[in-house]
Protein backbone atom coordinates (compact mmCIF):
# COMPACT_ATOMS: atom_id res chain seq x y z
CA UNK A 1 0.00 0.00 0.00
CA UNK A 2 2.70 1.97 0.91
CA UNK A 3 3.96 1.87 -2.94
CA UNK A 4 0.83 3.32 -4.11
CA UNK A 5 0.72 6.01 -1.58
CA UNK A 6 2.51 10.01 -2.66
CA UNK A 7 4.84 11.22 -0.40
CA UNK A 8 3.94 14.27 1.33
CA UNK A 9 6.91 16.55 0.65
CA UNK A 10 6.16 19.06 3.73
CA UNK A 11 5.62 16.44 6.07
CA UNK A 12 9.22 15.46 5.83
CA UNK A 13 11.57 16.03 8.80
CA UNK A 14 13.97 19.09 8.01
CA UNK A 15 17.38 16.97 7.60
CA UNK A 16 15.39 14.76 4.47
CA UNK A 17 14.99 15.75 1.21
CA UNK A 18 13.86 14.10 -1.83
CA UNK A 19 16.75 12.37 -3.89
CA UNK A 20 15.41 10.45 -6.57
CA UNK A 21 11.36 10.38 -8.16
CA UNK A 22 11.86 6.93 -9.32
CA UNK A 23 11.07 3.33 -7.54
CA UNK A 24 9.63 2.97 -4.20
CA UNK A 25 8.48 6.02 -2.32
CA UNK A 26 10.96 4.85 -0.04
CA UNK A 27 13.45 5.18 -2.46
CA UNK A 28 12.91 9.09 -3.05
CA UNK A 29 13.84 9.59 0.54
CA UNK A 30 16.72 7.42 0.96
CA UNK A 31 18.26 6.62 -2.45
CA UNK A 32 18.41 3.64 -5.09
CA UNK A 33 19.99 0.76 -2.72
CA UNK A 34 16.95 1.35 -0.15
CA UNK A 35 14.49 -1.39 -1.89
CA UNK A 36 11.76 -2.62 0.37
CA UNK A 37 11.96 -5.56 -1.60
CA UNK A 38 14.98 -6.81 -1.36
CA UNK A 39 14.11 -9.07 1.97
CA UNK A 40 11.13 -10.20 0.95
CA UNK A 41 12.26 -11.09 -2.28
CA UNK A 42 15.60 -12.92 -0.73
CA UNK A 43 12.96 -14.74 1.81
CA UNK A 44 10.74 -16.05 -1.11
CA UNK A 45 14.30 -17.48 -2.46
CA UNK A 46 14.90 -19.40 0.28
CA UNK A 47 11.88 -21.00 0.96
CA UNK A 48 10.15 -18.49 3.40
CA UNK A 49 6.96 -18.21 1.45
CA UNK A 50 5.39 -16.68 -1.30
CA UNK A 51 4.72 -12.63 -2.69
CA UNK A 52 1.61 -13.96 -4.85
CA UNK A 53 -1.33 -14.28 -2.72
CA UNK A 54 -4.94 -13.74 -2.32
CA UNK A 55 -7.12 -12.17 0.36
CA UNK A 56 -10.03 -13.70 1.67
CA UNK A 57 -12.88 -12.34 3.47
CA UNK A 58 -13.67 -15.11 6.32
CA UNK A 59 -16.41 -12.78 7.67
CA UNK A 60 -19.11 -11.27 5.47
CA UNK A 61 -19.60 -7.77 5.15
CA UNK A 62 -21.94 -6.05 6.79
CA UNK A 63 -23.08 -2.49 6.32
CA UNK A 64 -23.97 0.14 9.03
CA UNK A 65 -27.05 -0.09 10.51
CA UNK A 66 -27.70 3.99 10.35
CA UNK A 67 -31.09 4.16 12.66
CA UNK A 68 -32.02 7.01 14.24
CA UNK A 69 -30.79 6.69 17.98
CA UNK A 70 -33.47 8.58 20.46
CA UNK A 71 -31.89 11.34 22.63
CA UNK A 72 -31.78 9.69 25.97
CA UNK A 73 -31.06 12.77 28.26
CA UNK A 74 -28.04 12.71 30.89
CA UNK A 75 -30.22 13.20 34.43
CA UNK A 76 -33.89 12.30 34.18
CA UNK A 77 -35.72 16.07 35.54
Known amino acids: MLAK ?3 IEE ?6 EIVT ?7 WIHGPY ?4 RQLAHAEEIGLGA ?5 VDVLPIQEPDFKQVAYIPASPD
Open 5 to 7: SPI
Open 11 to 16: NLPGMM
Open 21 to 27: REGHPLQ
Open 34 to 37: KDPY
Open 51 to 55: RQYEL
